[in-house]
């Protein structure tokens, strides 16, 4: 690594007094070079690669190529990158890192193409590149973000990255922290990345890419002929090359003598000759003149380079050859091009799994080349551990026995919450840091390794197994250092207030000494910009309090550093450490309450109003507390849910509680009081207004229906109704048939019991007939029905069926205005019988009960009454129950038009209006 | 839903799976599958549902457990055995996948390893903080020669889990050492639902419960591997994993259509576990995804979203501990990573179809439905938004229209219909069924015949009435 001037004088002054402060910014320069280097793999195969070089100077080449390439390191204060390249391979190489988006650009980034021949206008690089051969090319990054980065080729780079041309970039927040609130004590670095040997031969011995290529038509058909010729059932791309150079023209190339395009000539001719499938007019026009064809064959490639790069077919190949002679080189490098051609990755299969640019080597503890890190991590410290996957294949590296890793960034972005788990799965060109936070050791135990493997299962080395993608975490033995070593526990703080609100309570860390000897020239400092920020001790070993103070700050978080230094030893390790301190400053709560009005309609007598609600909301920050929402003393009526903190609250109307003799036609006031002591905006008063209007005809509130048929036991049926308001009425219709052997009309029997008191008020009997329609009342007594329930038991006395309706009627006329108005009649036809009303808006009940049991399925009512219960039992009885309203004083005739040929009785009667 | 209704509702289940058994898989297997859920100590030691029919995993309970390495075959659908080397428990026949290993949170729980194999052979519980004892030293942990290893840990932490073999994990997983570690929530009851929960969060209440164990393998390093285990029986077959390329995919060790074979069927001996999720309406069905391989798989539901609440057994939460799964998510696949695991709460209400997939007649009123489930009068949860909406296409005739083995002959809910004769069959209740598949579509074969591999339906059986 090399840093500029300019870096280097900033790292001077770190060092000297720890002055660095946010607002500078400086750069940091690497000269690295793309060059060509090899791997032996643990089973003996060596694998040719690219690598980068990391040279102290640019174009020095003192470097070494390796792979992974060095890794890239951008010091904390830092916030430009800067790589100049020097390319050294036979094709055009960049640099990219994915996720740092302060890139500079250049003017042609995006136009980097070929700007002719076969490809022309075809994008080969994502950003500009350093040419081949010897070019350079620099690339800049400004704003250089904290976090794991890969860097890797952009350029043709389902080859090049195979090749490995990638490497990791990191940066930190500052030396103990990796993101923001991410505090760690070390770091491990796994990269994982694949070898297809296949590809690297083929790229290494020119053989990898795309298969014949022609720039004319001509050229085409020569190819063709040639090639249907000679070998028209095979098809290796160069087995026409092979026969085109036969022994003597090969000796002659080699040697680099005689009159090459002759032998060609001849050799071409040779072979050709007798072939009936090519077109002899071309091939003697192109081929058979020397002059020609050295023209032709010199089109494609003039400027090849002399090493073997690419093949677009023998011709190119063999003007490869031609030219090399005619520049008189000394002996040229033939290379006959091999069968195994790979033209593309897409069919690459990765035989060696590499960990930081080594496949394990199977041998299990010392000697193993997976162990990380070789001096060991310190029992209970936490380890960031930074994995990221160069390879084309997805990896799972899965920790074995250490417990959850936590996950706290993907891409070099920060998780809003950190993930545990053992494992992760990473696809191509993805980056992880997970803090590991390193087990305690064993009594005994000296060190202790913990597996990270692939569970993708890249576990082999080609063929062998006990290899490939596996690494061993290493956790040592705390090695007291021989110096004094700084030691800061914690190294976050975070501190809560409200605004204008009272300092949070101080808290604390620790300075300590993980080292030999005294630590000395301790000190403890807040970094300039954080007034709010306070320290007090820190001198030496122990603890330090740390104090926010809120005083005239606005809402918003506020974050400060304190730096921790030991100066007073050359030795002294660890120093300096960052304490993070973020202050959270919230507005004051506010109590809002919406709306501060309710109102409810009701009608006297009627059902209760549906509740409603108001939200008790905080219109500041922090929190809301200590809510109390209370009903203001003198409205029973009226009641809430808790009202405890924010959210809705729910207000309950009850007119069964309201004050003995209220008036319809009035509006009752209440009231509803929320506070919280101390809060701005306390108290709040919602008003509630309850309007209250007048029943405007009897209300049926409830109702319930009940048919008993077959048999002729005295079994009754009975209606349960609950939720019965005071005042209320019950109204039973009821009808049952003749039992065919008792005389007389057959009474149904209604039975009086607990403090209910049942009455019957119309009777339409048929004593030849021998049933009965009925209609009783019972009126709820003062005090209520015990446990808010009634059961009304309607039956026959041994009739056949039967059937009654019930209702619960409201906002009725009382039975003091009694007799209420009733009447019946037995009809030999349609039923049907008038009533003459007392008062207006009265509610008229009736039962039919035909004795004759005509089939009702198709039935008209008179005047606009509303069926309650149709009841037919074929042989037995028929049965009507309905209500009409009454809305005027005067006669009403009530029952049905149809059907005709019934034996009814009907009665009915008037419920009044008040 | 009263007792008897409770009994029709499981004969129901039943009946469905030999139906549909019978039916895609012919007269070959009929006659054995009516001979199915016989012994089965094996592979299932434990209640697998409640009263009312309600389904939790296959599997065995611990907390000791005793596995033993061992050779055999299993079948996939198109007709094919493969050579695997599985884990039987105690000296049961071998099984793949490995036995379901239920636990509870806070058990010590101790694995006893046998291996009748000529090579040694290991367990890793990922997730888990083991101690192993006895065999010798190996790469990820202690393995089992000719004497058994015994791995110990504590299961402290509810979820789902794989395990999976330790030593050359490369052959020995694809040769069938897999499996799913359960350890249930403290307070969990098989017999009392109330208590059937995934975590210890108040969301991951669950109404049915399975498994879904993805793998696959490739059927030419597994005839590889039994060509050199039958030339030299003592010697560790020499394979080249890194061309691995599948063509068998499995759900909890069977290709489809075993996929809807009854639990212990006799046909498959090797591969007692199905694959058949069914569920009613409105009712919580947790999925657990286990990789069981080396391939990852994107698990693709259909009828729903899921609501991802955990991942490889810790809840996706801001704050762990805390009461929910905040940070979960719906999707409708879930990648399932190898030797990873995903929980995920199913639903379907019919809900938003935009139709009444009861088919309730316009106008039609809701109170004869009181009895059913809500107080309401609408079906289990059915979408008040659509009651009473019409189907939206007008049927075919009979002539015009080719019958799928799956239809009822109604696209109602709980409402089978007359069929021609030979017809249908596979739905006498009236259920809805999905599929449930690989969203990688070249993995639902069976080595190149389709359908196949990794598929199974969900059936959303109608409340009984």
């Known amino acids: 690594m090399n840093y500029s001037k300019i870096k280097i004088a900033a790292q001077l002054l770190v060092a000297g007094a720890f002055l660095i402060t946010a607002g500078q910014s400086y750069g940091v320069t690497y000269n690295l070079r793309a060059g060509v280097t090899s791997k032996t793999m643990p089973d003996g195969t060596v694998v040719p690669m690219w690598g980068f070089a990391d040279d102290t100077t640019a174009g020095a080449g003192l470097g070494t190529v390796v792979v992974p390439g060095p890794a890239l390191t951008v010091p904390p204060g830092d916030t430009t990158l800067t790589i100049n390249l020097n390319n050294t391979l036979p094709e055009d190489v960049s640099i990219v890192i994915p996720g740092q988006y302060g890139f500079v650009r250049t003017a042609n980034e995006s136009v980097d193409n070929d700007s002719a021949g076969p490809y022309a206008g075809r994008v080969k690089s994502l950003v500009h590149v350093a040419p081949a051969l010897g070019g350079n090319a620099a690339y800049t990054w400004n704003g250089i973000k904290p976090g794991t980065f890969l860097y890797h080729s952009g350029s043709h780079a389902a080859v090049q990255v195979q090749m490995g041309l990638y490497g990791a970039m990191t940066a930190v927040v500052d030396a103990s922290h990796a993101y923001p609130g991410v505090a760690f004590d070390s770091s491990v670095t796994l990269l994982f990345s694949e070898i297809d040997p296949d590809v690297h031969a083929a790229v290494a011995g020119a053989t990898y890419g795309p298969g014949p290529s022609f720039q004319d038509a001509e050229l085409a058909a020569v190819s063709a002929s040639i090639y249907d010729g000679l070998h028209a059932a095979t098809d290796p791309t160069y087995a026409y090359l092979y026969s085109l150079l036969d022994p003597d023209l090969q000796a002659s190339l080699l040697a680099g003598t005689g009159d090459h395009a002759a032998l060609v000539s001849t050799a071409i001719s040779e072979l050709l000759g007798g072939s009936s499938i090519y077109n002899p007019d071309v091939m003697l026009d192109s081929m058979l003149s020397a002059a020609t064809m050295d023209a032709l064959w010199s089109a494609p490639e003039v400027n090849q380079p002399t090493s073997p790069v690419l093949n677009n077919g023998f011709m190119v190949r063999l003007n490869r050859l031609l030219l090399t002679d005619a520049l008189a080189t000394a002996s040229p490098a033939v290379v006959l091009p091999p069968v195994n051609t790979m033209t593309s990755t897409i069919r690459s299969y990765a035989q060696y799994f590499l960990v930081n640019g080594e496949a394990y080597n199977g041998i299990i503890g010392a000697g193993g080349n997976n162990i990380f890190p070789s001096a060991g991590l310190l029992p209970g410290s936490r380890v960031l551990l930074r994995m990221l996957n160069a390879g084309m294949d997805s990896h799972v590296p899965t920790l074995q026995n250490g417990g959850d890793l936590q996950f706290v960034a993907e891409d070099g972005q920060l998780a809003p919450y950190p993930r545990n788990s053992y494992s992760v799965f990473m696809a191509a060109l993805k980056t992880v840091d997970a803090i590991f936070v390193a087990p305690a050791l064993p009594v005994g135990v000296a060190s202790q390794l913990y597996a990270v493997s692939d569970r993708r299962l890249g576990l082999v080395n080609g063929t062998m197994p006990l290899g490939g993608m596996l690494a061993y975490l290493n956790v040592g033995a705390a090695v007291v250092p021989v110096n004094p070593m700084l030691v800061v526990s914690p190294l976050n703080l975070s501190f809560t207030a409200t605004v204008g609100g009272a300092n949070p309570a101080n808290q604390t860390f620790n300075i300590s000494n993980g080292g030999s000897g005294a630590l000395s020239g301790v000190s403890a400092t807040v970094v300039t910009g954080s007034p709010w920020l306070t320290t007090s001790g820190g001198a030496g070993v122990g603890p330090v309090t740390v104090s926010a103070t809120v005083g005239a700050l606005a809402a918003g978080t506020y974050n400060g550093t304190i730096s921790v230094a030991a100066t007073g030893d050359t030795g002294v390790t660890g120093s300096p450490k960052t304490v993070s301190v973020s202050f959270v400053v919230v507005a004051a709560p506010v109590l809002v309450v919406a709306p501060t009005s309710l109102t409810f309609n009701a009608a006297l007598g009627g059902l209760n109003p549906a509740s409603q609600t108001f939200d008790i909301s905080n219109g500041g920050g922090g929190t809301l507390s200590g809510v109390t929402t209370t009903v203001v003393t003198g409205s029973p009526w009226l009641t809430t849910s808790a009202g405890a903190g924010a959210g809705p609250v729910t207000v309950s109307v009850n007119l069964a509680s309201l004050p003995v003799g209220t008036q319809p036609g009035t509006t009752v006031p209440g009231a509803i009081t929320v506070s919280a002591a101390g809060v701005t905006g306390s108290p709040q008063t919602v008003n509630v207004s309850l309007n209250l209007a007048a029943l405007s005809t009897p209300l049926i509130v409830a109702i319930d229906t009940q048919i008993n048929t077959g048999g002729n036991a005295n079994v009754g049926t009975t209606h349960v109704m609950t939720g019965i308001p005071a005042g209320a009425l019950l109204v039973l219709t009821t009808q049952n048939q003749y039992d065919g052997v008792t005389a007389g009309e057959q009474d149904c029997n209604v039975t009086s019991g607990g403090n209910l008191t049942w009455t019957r008020r119309v009777d339409a009997g048929s004593t030849s007939h021998g049933g009965s329609a009925e209609i009783w009342t019972a009126p709820i007594p003062a005090g209520g029905v015990t446990g808010g329930t009634v059961t009304v038991l309607s039956r026959w006395g041994t009739a056949r069926a039967q059937s009654s309706v019930c209702y619960v009627v409201t906002g009725q006329g009382g039975f003091a205005a009694l007799p209420v108005a009733a009447n019946t009649a037995n009809n030999q036809s349609a039923p049907s019988v008038s009533i003459t009303t007392t008062r207006a808006n009265s509610l008229l009940f009736g039962v039919t009960s035909d004795y004759n049991h005509i089939d009702g399925s198709t039935r008209t009512y008179l005047d606009t009454a509303t069926e309650r219960l149709y009841f037919n039992q074929p042989g037995v009885t028929t049965a009507y129950h309905f209500t009409a309203p009454a809305a005027t004083i005067g006669s009403y005739t009530e029952g049905l038009t149809a059907p005709t040929g019934q034996s009814a009785g009907t009665a009915v009667m008037e419920v009044r209006h008040p | ?465």
Do not use: C
């Open chain 2, 1 to 465: 839903m009263s007792a008897n209704t409770q009994r029709d509702s499981q004969q129901k289940r039943t009946n469905v799976k030999s139906t549909i058994l019978k039916l895609w898989t012919g007269s070959l297997l009929s006659g054995l599958v009516l001979m199915a859920g016989g012994a089965r100590a094996e592979w299932l030691n434990q209640t697998t549902a409640d009263a009312l029919g309600n389904h939790l995993v296959d599997g065995v309970t611990g907390p000791a457990f005793t596995l033993t390495a061992k050779e055999g075959h299993i079948s996939t659908a198109e007709g094919s055995a493969v050579y695997i080397w599985g884990l039987a428990t105690n000296s049961g026949p071998t099984q793949y996948p490995g036995p379901t290993l239920i636990v509870n949170q806070g058990d010590q729980v101790t694995v006893t390893l046998n291996n009748t194999l000529p090579f040694p052979v290991s367990l890793v519980f990922p997730g888990q903080v083991v101690s192993a004892s006895g065999g010798s030293p190996g790469l990820l942990t202690q393995e089992a020669t000719t004497g058994p290893v015994t791995y110990t840990f504590i299961a402290s932490q509810p979820g789902t889990y794989a395990y999976n073999s330790g030593t050359r994990q490369d052959l020995q997983i694809e040769m069938g050492m897999t499996g799913a570690l359960i350890v249930r929530p403290a307070g969990f009851s098989p017999s009392n639902k109330a208590t059937w929960k995934g975590y210890n969060t108040t969301d991951s209440a669950f109404d049915q419960e399975f498994l879904f164990l993805l793998t696959e393998m490739d059927p030419n390093i597994h005839a590889d591997v039994e060509h050199q285990m039958l030339a030299n029986p003592t010697a560790s077959p020499v394979i080249d994993t890194t061309t691995h390329f599948a063509n068998y995919w499995f759900i909890n060790g069977r290709t489809a259509p075993d996929t809807m074979m009854i639990p212990g069927s006799k046909a498959l001996p090797a591969q007692p576990y199905d694959a058949f999720p069914m569920m009613h309406p409105n009712q919580n069905l947790l999925m657990r995804m286990v990789g069981g391989a080396r391939d990852p798989h994107p698990f693709h539901h259909h009828a729903n979203h899921a609501r991802n609440i955990a991942r490889n057994g810790r809840v996706l939460q801001s704050t762990p501990g805390g009461p929910t799964a905040d940070l979960s998510y719906l999707t409708f696949t879930i990648p399932t990573y190898p030797g990873e695991t995903t929980d995920a709460i199913f639903t379907w209400t019919g809900a938003g179809l935009g139709w009444d997939m009861y088919g309730h007649a316009p106008g039609s009123p809701t109170t004869p439905y009181n009895a059913v489930t809500n107080p309401d009068g609408l079906r289990a949860n059915e979408d008040p938004h659509d009651h009473g909406k019409p189907f939206p296409v007008v049927l075919p005739t009979e002539q015009d229209v080719d019958f799928g083995k799956w239809y009822g002959g109604s696209p109602f809910l709980g409402t089978p219909a007359p069929l021609p004769p030979n017809i249908g069959g596979f739905d006498p209740t009236g259920a809805f069924l999905y599929m449930w598949h690989s969203h990688a579509e070249r993995e639902i074969v069976n080595n190149n015949v389709f359908p196949g591999g990794m598929l199974t339906m969900l059936l959303i059986e109608p409340w009984a009435n």
